[in-house]
């Protein structure tokens, strides 16, 4: 299982949909999940455009995780 992971913490909500966005389309093929670590202390902003908002046809699912946070992407197989 191949997995990248992206940090957005402290960066303008703008930046962070670029930055989310352009990892999934530059992303290798052969990745299974990306790990997005958004945080939660300083507002939700990032934490709910990743988890209600972001949408891409690579994005099979959206695992919350046991950090708050935290959210995972599994990608579909290319």
């Known amino acids: 299982m191949k997995r990248i992971t ?3 913490h402290n960066i303008p ?3 962070a949909r670029r930055e989310v966005n352009k990892l999934l389309k530059s992303c290798p093929k052969d990745t299974d999940e990306i790990e997005i670590i958004h945080g939660y202390h300083n507002g939700d902003k990032i934490l709910c ?3 209600t908002e972001l949408k891409n046809p ?3 699912k959206k695992i919350l995780g046991l950090n708050n946070g935290v959210t995972i992407l599994t990608l579909k197989k290319q």
């Open 58 to 60: 690579r994005i099979d």
């Open 49 to 51: 455009y990743i988890r």
């Open 13 to 15: 909500l703008i930046q």
């Open 6 to 8: 992206i940090n957005l």
